[in-house]
């Protein structure tokens, strides 16, 4: 589709082909009525990519995350991640992608409230097998690089809603994925805090070549990343070089 997409590498973070995904209701009568969300989406993800998709609300943008998060499976069409074909994957691999592999931060923060913002970092660790004080002594160093080790033992209803995203940042970040899916990550935050945490994923990027990919429906958030996808009625429709992004940076 796109000249993005034709400049990438032979060995992509994300590939997915002809990718086409449906669901299936019985109405009042008993008859099956079939929805389909995604049309024939290809789509190809370098390692170190920061990409921004928008669209409006059912666009299949959520529906696209939720396949590349290994949380729903396409109808149709293949997906690979880092050279795996994931259609092919038992319930317990697909399970360790999502540990090890993929870094999730949510619009709702999606802390556990009875812990601490320690224990939160590291639950994927205790998950993954880590010892429960290796497991806190790593978390504690990933709240230090976020600014959060002084509210290492509040619990998420002490936190303001900026620090608990950073909490949800940390934890994402815990196992190295080399990949983090964040779905709305700022549509609970203020302006100001918005634009920090931003900046927080910008630096991940930059500086340790995390690919990011975030669903957002803002502009200001989506200038950002420096590849814009657009979804429409389970199209892509724009596949780009996010010029907003660079003549932002050029000016900052």
Same mark, same amino acid.
């Given at each position: 589709?796109?000249? /993005?997409? *034709? +400049?990438?590498?032979?060995? $992509?973070?994300?590939?997915?082909?002809?990718?086409?995904?449906?669901?299936?209701?019985?109405?009042?009568?008993?008859?099956?009525?079939? =929805?389909?969300?995604?049309?024939?989406?290809?789509?190809?993800?370098?390692?170190?990519?920061?990409?921004?998709?928008?669209?409006?609300?059912?666009?299949?943008?959520? +529906?696209?995350? #939720?396949?590349?998060?290994?949380?729903?499976?396409?109808?149709?069409?293949?997906?690979?991640?880092?050279?795996?074909?994931?259609?092919?994957?038992?319930?317990?691999?697909?399970?360790?992608?999502?540990?090890?592999?993929?870094?999730?931060?949510?619009?709702?923060?999606?802390?556990?409230?009875?812990?601490?913002?320690?224990?939160?970092? *590291? +639950?994927?660790?205790?998950? *993954?097998?880590?010892?429960?004080?290796?497991?806190?002594?790593?978390?504690?160093?990933?709240?230090?690089?976020?600014?959060?080790?002084?509210?290492?033992?509040?619990?998420?209803?002490?936190?303001?809603?900026?620090?608990?995203?950073?909490?949800?940042?940390?934890?994402?970040?815990?196992?190295?994925? $080399?990949?983090?899916?964040?779905?709305? $990550? =700022?549509?609970?935050? &203020?302006?100001?805090?918005?634009?920090?945490?931003?900046?927080?994923?910008?630096?991940? #990027?930059?500086?340790?070549?995390?690919?990011?990919?975030?669903?957002?429906?803002? &502009?200001? /958030?989506?200038?950002?990343?420096?590849?814009? %996808?657009?979804?429409?009625?389970?199209? %892509?429709?724009?596949?780009? #070089? #996010?010029?907003?992004?660079?003549?932002?940076?050029?000016? +900052?």
């Amino acid at each position: 589709m796109s000249s /993005i997409q *034709a +400049t990438h590498s032979a060995n $992509p973070l994300i590939q997915i082909e002809n990718l086409c995904k449906s669901y299936s209701l019985q109405d009042a009568n008993g008859k099956t009525i079939t =929805t389909q969300v995604l049309f024939n989406i290809n789509l190809t993800i370098n390692q170190g990519e920061f990409v921004a998709i928008m669209g409006h609300s059912g666009s299949g943008k959520s +529906t696209l995350m #939720n396949i590349l998060g290994c949380l729903d499976t396409p109808t149709s069409g293949s997906y690979w991640l880092s050279g795996r074909n994931v259609a092919a994957l038992s319930s317990n691999e697909l399970a360790h992608v999502r540990n090890q592999s993929i870094g999730f931060v949510f619009q709702g923060f999606n802390l556990l409230k009875r812990m601490t913002a320690l224990d939160n970092v *590291a +639950t994927p660790l205790l998950y *993954a097998g880590v010892n429960r004080a290796n497991s806190r002594k790593q978390a504690l160093e990933f709240l230090r690089r976020t600014g959060l080790e002084n509210f290492a033992m509040h619990q998420p209803n002490q936190l303001s809603g900026g620090q608990q995203q950073r909490v949800a940042i940390s934890r994402a970040l815990i196992n190295h994925p $080399p990949l983090i899916l964040a779905d709305e $990550p =700022t549509g609970n935050l &203020d302006t100001q805090t918005s634009s920090e945490i931003m900046l927080l994923f910008e630096q991940l #990027n930059r500086d340790q070549g995390i690919t990011i990919v975030l669903v957002t429906h803002e &502009d200001d /958030i989506a200038a950002y990343a420096k590849r814009l %996808i657009r979804l429409k009625d389970g199209h %892509i429709i724009v596949d780009k #070089n #996010n010029t907003v992004a660079t003549t932002l940076h050029e000016v +900052t």
